[in-house]
């Protein structure tokens, strides 16, 4: 389970080559940590702003999502190795010492996120197998539940992510046969431009999440926070989803091609209903962009293809 960027070092034959693995949103590159290692992994890469002539340490990953590759004791013994690998999770390295040495029961308020944060996403991500696609879609059934992003003057998110996903919905609800359920879980506050009609207190557990998203005919898809590959991009690609989706903004290993693993949308509710439309009454074409994003998944997203593409063998 990884949710910030690591590094980790690999030696074969006396050979030592060191890996950072970008996980954050941002594309922006890390120069610091860039010029330190010698393959540098990103699951938001931009060849635009980072062109493969100056920056050829730099690989395209698809995107991550959480998943529980442990037991709950195995999680915890595997957290506690990593803190003491990593004595700046604590306060002071000398005050951690003191507090083994005193035989005190004491957690410093870092390290207590720290643990707090790999419980929950234990506890509300699922291994990696209940991926696997073993539901067959429902013809006029579609499934999207998700968080409204807080929007500020910086990331405007109103304009963004949330209004797209808000234009998706209103497309789905307009369309006499389509059966859709979800919204956007506002967590409060006022989002501009973000119509009522789209709002909902709906909440699923993360295991029921997966169900319904496996039943439905369609999701949907569009660069999330600071444009960067959501989660869902990636767990679409494993569910073996056929995916709408806007325009990405970052790359990938290998491009998404429309009508062969992805359909792409307009940012606009009119190009988001006809494509609605299109997908509910041509079940063949769904499945094909199912077939399609699956073998994606395998080919470029899965653990050993990732590896693969820093070149770990």
Excluded at 16 to 32: A, G, M, N, P, V
Excluded at 65 to 88: E, Q
Excluded at 137 to 165: A, H, I, P, Q
Excluded at 265 to 279: G, K, P, T
């Amino acid at each position: 389970m990884l949710w910030n960027d690591m590094r980790f070092i690999i030696e074969v034959e006396g050979k030592q080559t060191k890996y950072y693995l970008h996980l954050s949103d941002s594309y922006r590159i890390l120069e610091q940590d860039y010029e330190w290692c010698d393959v540098y992994g990103s699951v938001n890469a931009n060849f635009a702003h980072y062109p493969q002539e100056k920056y050829p340490k730099l690989v395209s990953l698809v995107p991550s999502f959480g998943v529980r590759d442990t037991s709950l004791i195995g999680m915890m013994y595997t957290s506690f190795c990593n803190l003491c690998k990593a004595p700046g999770l604590v306060t002071h390295r000398t005050e951690w010492n003191k507090v083994l040495q005193d035989n005190e029961v004491r957690l410093f308020p870092n390290i207590k996120r720290y643990f707090g944060r790999a419980y929950k996403t234990w506890k509300n991500r699922l291994p990696l197998s209940a991926y696997d696609n073993h539901i067959v879609s429902k013809d006029n059934y579609v499934f999207f539940l998700c968080t409204l992003w807080y929007s500020d003057e910086w990331n405007k998110n109103d304009e963004g992510v949330n209004l797209r996903r808000a234009y998706f919905i209103e497309a789905c609800k307009s369309i006499p046969t389509c059966k859709f359920e979800g919204g956007l879980l506002s967590h409060g506050g006022a989002h501009k431009s973000i119509p009522n009609n789209v709002a909902t207190d709906q909440k699923e557990p993360f295991a029921s999440w997966i169900e319904k998203t496996k039943r439905s005919a369609l999701v949907f898809n569009t660069p999330a926070f600071w444009d960067c590959h959501g989660w869902k991009l990636g767990e679409y690609l494993a569910l073996g989803k056929c995916i709408v989706s806007t325009k990405l903004s970052n790359d990938l290993p290998h491009p998404l091609e429309h009508g062969v693993n992805i359909h792409f949308v307009e940012n606009s509710e009119e190009s988001m209903r006809e494509a609605v439309e299109y997908i509910l009454t041509h079940p063949d074409y769904r499945h094909k962009l199912e077939k399609g994003a699956r073998e994606y998944w395998e080919t470029y997203g899965t653990p050993k293809a990732s590896l693969k593409l820093l070149g770990i063998k």
